[in-house]
C-alpha cells in the first residue's frame, strides 16, 4: 500500500511565522504535489514537483515555496505566515507522467495562522 | 477560471437507492476523469477514473458515465449505503489534476 505521511496533523502558528510542511511517501513516486483545500474551494494545486530539485507552480503558488532535495521528501514553506493561509493543506504522491496519475493523498495539515 | 465545477454542494439519498454526483469542465484537453471520496479529517482517497476515449467505467457499486459533447461526468452508486456518505471531489487531469470544489453526499438509514 502507498503510504502518504505528512509531519503534523494540527499547527498553530503566528502571523510572519515562517512554516514548514513535511510530506513523505514510501512508494518511490516521481510526482508529489502540495494543495490546499477550502470551503466552497474544494482542493487547490499550490506547487507540484516531477522530480528530485524540480518544481512547478500550481494555481495558487504566491506566498508558498517548495523543496524537493530527495525523492520522497516534498516540503511546503510559507516564507511569512499570513492569517489568509489558514487552511488545510494536503500532499499527494503518484507514479509518473505516463500514468493516469491517481493521486495518493496524505492525511492532511490543518493550519491555523493567528 | 474554475475549470472543474460540481453545481450541487450537497446531496441526500435514501439507503438502497441511487446516488447520481454530477460535474461538468470546461476543458477539452482533459486526457482522463477521476472521482476521490474524502472522509472527514481524512486525505481524499481515489473511487474510479475514467478515460477521456471512453463513456462509461464500472466497478462494484460505482459506475461512471462520461458525455464529451456536452463536458459532463457523473459518478453513480448502486445501492447507496451508509458507508459513501462522504464528500466526493471530481478532477480532469493531464500531467496534474484540476479538482471540482465537491458535493457532500449524506445517505439517510
Known amino acids: 500500500d502507498v503510504k502518504v505521511t505528512q509531519s503534523s496533523r494540527y499547527l498553530v502558528k503566528r502571523t510572519g511565522e515562517k512554516v514548514f510542511l513535511e510530506c513523505v511517501q514510501d512508494m518511490d513516486h516521481e510526482n508529489m504535489f502540495w494543495y490546499r483545500q477550502d470551503p466552497g474551494l474544494g482542493l487547490r494545486l499550490i506547487y507540484f514537483?516531477?522530480?528530485?530539485?524540480?518544481?512547478e507552480k500550481g494555481d495558487i503558488p504566491e506566498g508558498y515555496s517548495v523543496s524537493r532535495e530527495k525523492k520522497e521528501r516534498f516540503s511546503l514553506i510559507l516564507e511569512s505566515a499570513s492569517t489568509n493561509q489558514t487552511s488545510m493543506y494536503l500532499c499527494?504522491?503518484?507514479?509518473?507522467?505516463?500514468?493516469?496519475?491517481?493521486?495518493?493523498f496524505g492525511p492532511g495539515t490543518r493550519l491555523t495562522v493567528l | 477560471d474554475q475549470q472543474v465545477k460540481q453545481n450541487s454542494p450537497s446531496l441526500s439519498v435514501q439507503e438502497g437507492r441511487i446516488s447520481i454526483l454530477n460535474c461538468d469542465y470546461t476543458n477539452s484537453m482533459f486526457d482522463y476523469f477521476l472521482w476521490y471520496k474524502k472522509y472527514p479529517a481524512e486525505g481524499p482517497t481515489f473511487l474510479i477514473s475514467?478515460?477521456?476515449?471512453?463513456d462509461k467505467n464500472e466497478d462494484g457499486r460505482f459506475t461512471v458515465f462520461l458525455n464529451k459533447s456536452a463536458k459532463h461526468l457523473s459518478l453513480h452508486i448502486v445501492p447507496s449505503q451508509p458507508g459513501d456518505s462522504a464528500v466526493y471531489f471530481c478532477?480532469?487531469?493531464?500531467?496534474?489534476?484540476?479538482f471540482g470544489t465537491g458535493t457532500r453526499l449524506t445517505i439517510i438509514p
Open positions: 475514467i478515460s477521456s476515449i471512453k
Open positions: 499527494a504522491s503518484s507514479l509518473g507522467a505516463n500514468s493516469y496519475n491517481e493521486q495518493f
Open positions: 478532477a480532469g487531469g493531464n500531467e496534474k489534476l484540476t
Open positions: 514537483s516531477y522530480d528530485v530539485k524540480m518544481k
